[in-house]
């Protein structure tokens, strides 16, 4: 069964400082983030990866991790691809404001992937570390559904006290499940940390903070897709 896994690294990083943030080596041997995450998905199943990325980018990608993740793609006989993230590659009838400098979010970086992805696919980001068990969770997810009178998408949610950091703060999705366990909503929270012995938000500049319980389902931005959101 055809599976991918679809990194998004178009981000330009302004909070990160100088240099590509997605490119930044987490270990002595030089690896990044991205490199955990392939190695992940291909171990849960996963046979294609797809780098969603910027044509300004290209040659600084290429050089830090696309040659190498092609070399060992073609060892295992798995298929790799780019996609090109623009401002300007909207559906038809929206435009893009005029003051829009950053890349869109998730749903315009999977819209680019539209004609080299007809299977189902995860898509992550490239500066999140996911682990092991949440690639065989929805790999195991992914090849065991399909749509039905319904779009069979999924999420992989985290508890919220494993999600946060001593060093500052983290923007994460709340979520809002029934008794199923089904997804009912997401609320974006940007600024949440740790806080008075917990975590919590804010959302004006820290004169106000919201605790959230430790074990809040939260996204970390891994959705999986059927092909049926793409066609």
């Known amino acids: 069964m055809k599976t991918t896994l679809i990194i998004m690294a178009a981000g330009i990083g302004s909070r990160f400082g100088t240099g590509i943030k997605q490119l930044a080596k987490m ?3 030089g690896e990044i ?11 849960a199943g996963f046979n294609k990866v797809v780098f969603i990325i910027r044509k300004d980018i290209k040659d600084a990608f290429h050089d830090a991790i696309g040659k190498r993740i092609e070399g060992i793609c073609n060892e295992l006989n798995i298929e790799f691809a780019y996609a090109y993230q623009e401002l300007d590659d ?4 929206i435009e893009k404001p005029a003051k829009r400098s950053k890349p869109w979010g ?12 007809k ?3 995860v898509v992550i980001n490239a500066d999140d ?5 949440a690639f065989k969770l929805i790999y195991d997810y992914l090849s065991t559904h399909a749509d039905d009178d319904k779009y069979r998408y999924t999420m992989v949610g985290y508890h919220l006290a494993n999600t946060v950091t001593d060093n500052g703060y983290v923007s994460r999705g709340v979520c809002e499940t029934n008794e199923n366990g089904e997804l009912v909503s997401v609320t974006e929270r940007t600024r949440i940390e740790k806080y008075n012995g917990g975590v919590a938000y804010t959302e004006d500049d820290g004169n106000t903070w919201v605790q959230v319980p430790d074990d809040t389902t939260v996204s970390m931005n891994m959705w999986g897709f059927t092909k049926s959101i793409l066609e």
């Open 27 to 29: 270990s002595p041997n």
């Open 33 to 43: 983030i991205m490199d955990y995450s392939i190695h992940d998905a291909i171990e």
């Open 90 to 93: 909207l559906p038809k009838g």
């Open 106 to 117: 998730t749903g315009q970086a999977v819209l680019v992937c539209k004609d080299i992805i």
């Open 119 to 121: 299977e189902p696919f």
């Open 129 to 133: 570390y996911y682990g092991v068990e």
